[in-house]
């Protein structure tokens, strides 16, 4: 062992080691590296230098500003590990709290135990990723035999490679849509309505789910109704032709001795090819009342991660939405402990599939098991809610809320007669919602 207080003279350079406690040194030579250490009361202040071929560096404060850092058997304890151009060679990697700024790390056996590892242009080659705290900023993740324990994982360009792929290809698909233009397209839509009113952030999230349902899914919604109104408006029609063609085609088998089968067949494919007609005439395809769902649940999935993004520890805006809550949740970037968004948020929902339930006079099997279905997912988004932060829980119930109102909106005989809906619908619904609501479940 030598003990080196000021610096080593090598022959591959001349290097400072104040405050290295435990490092061996590999010289060009065919004689072994030597250990230098400092007396334990010297503590371990940074080392900065340019190349740095080591075998062993351990209980280091400060390791930056190295060009090269390779071929070491073990690399520990160091507290921080910072603007190193190349990380590569190195048998174990564990125990520093920080390790950010690496150009490319490469070749490490095992990398653990890191509290921070960011900022890193390219980690591959990795035998094990395991217990780090937050892995973010890095632009391409691959060749990771096992990634495992990693507290977050955020602003990974790419992530491939990986041995035990069904935690890392979740996460790299997840990180792929929360990094899509949409969702960056939310994150700067909620932005600039808190900028702009000066609202909290909870009133904010509030007027922006409100001005993105009334926009953009009201008209949608308005729209349904025409369709639906001129759907329905046909079946008498197309009762009446299905009649007439019936009796043609019973008149047409008996000349040509069709079978039945054969009946069938004919009368089916001329009644789609009359319907298709009728639809065309009306211009009321029922695929258009679907236009409602391919917009509104992109814009939810848009905001919902959008609200998540922001509510990070690694968000500028994360003190903001902190501090930006109201009442009980005070803090929007952390779950709704007391239950209060998410029972609220199940509770509307199940409302809104009974109102919708009770439209129903006769309603087949089918459309009984999507309804159960959907109530069973509503229940389910209660427990769903209490894990997300607050943000996301208020964004939810929000818009539920607003679409159970609009629900009641168009309800109205002044909207039908705005509309010029076709069917004929209830002058009183509001009263025979409520009255057909008592008969359901309060007798």
Request: glycine share 10%; net charge positive; with cysteine.
């Amino acid at each position: 062992m030598l003990s080196v207080a000021g610096s080593l003279r090598t022959s591959v350079l001349q290097l400072p080691v104040r405050g290295v406690c435990s490092a061996t040194f590999n010289r060009k030579s065919s004689a072994p590296g030597h250990t230098c250490t400092a007396p334990p009361s010297a503590g371990c202040p940074a080392v900065c230098c340019h190349m740095l071929p080591v075998r062993t560096l351990s209980a280091v404060r400060g390791l930056s500003n190295v060009g090269t850092l390779s071929g070491a058997g073990t690399l520990s304890g160091v507290g921080t590990l910072s603007g190193v151009g190349t990380l590569s060679g190195v048998g174990t990697l564990s125990g520093v709290r920080r390790l950010s700024g690496v150009g490319r790390l490469s070749g490490v056996g095992r990398l653990s135990g890191v509290g921070r590892l960011s900022g890193v242009g390219r980690l591959s080659g990795v035998g094990t990723l395991s217990g780090v705290g937050t892995l973010s900023g890095v632009g391409r993740l691959s060749g990771v035999g096992r990634l495992s324990g990693v507290g977050t994982l955020s602003g990974v360009r790419r992530l491939s490679g990986g041995g035990h792929d069904d935690s890392a290809g979740a996460a790299g698909w997840y990180s792929s849509l929360s990094d899509s233009a949409p969702v960056h397209l939310s994150e700067h839509f909620l932005v600039s309505v808190q900028q702009m009113s000066g609202l909290p952030w909870w009133l904010s999230i509030v007027v922006a789910t409100l001005s993105v349902r009334t926009l953009i899914t009201l008209p949608l919604a308005a729209y349904q109704m025409v369709i639906i109104s001129k759907v329905e408006a046909l079946q008498a029609e197309i009762s009446e032709l299905a009649k007439r063609l019936r009796y043609e085609v019973s008149v047409r088998a008996r000349e040509r001795g069709w079978t039945e089968k054969e009946c069938r067949f004919q009368f089916k494919k001329n009644l789609r090819r009359i319907v298709s007609q009728l639809y065309v005439r009306d211009n009321c395809h029922p695929f258009k009342a679907s236009v409602l769902v391919w917009v509104q649940l992109p814009l939810w999935i848009s905001f919902s991660l959008a609200l998540r993004n922001l509510s990070l520890d690694q968000s500028a805006l994360h003190s903001d939405l902190a501090a930006g809550g109201a009442l009980w949740f005070s803090d929007l970037t952390s779950p709704d402990s007391t239950w209060i968004l998410p029972v609220c948020l199940g509770l509307i929902n199940l409302l809104i599939v009974e109102v919708f339930s009770l439209q129903r006079v006769n309603p087949s099997r089918l459309q009984k098991t999507v309804t159960n279905f959907i109530r069973a997912f509503s229940v389910l988004m209660i427990p769903i809610a209490a894990t997300v932060p607050s943000s996301m829980a208020l964004y939810w119930f929000t818009s539920s809320l607003v679409g159970f109102s609009h629900n009641l909106f168009l309800r109205s005989p002044t909207i039908h007669k705005i509309l010029k809906l076709r069917s004929h619908r209830s002058d009183s619904p509001y009263r025979d919602l409520l009255s057909a609501f008592i008969t359901k479940y309060c007798r």
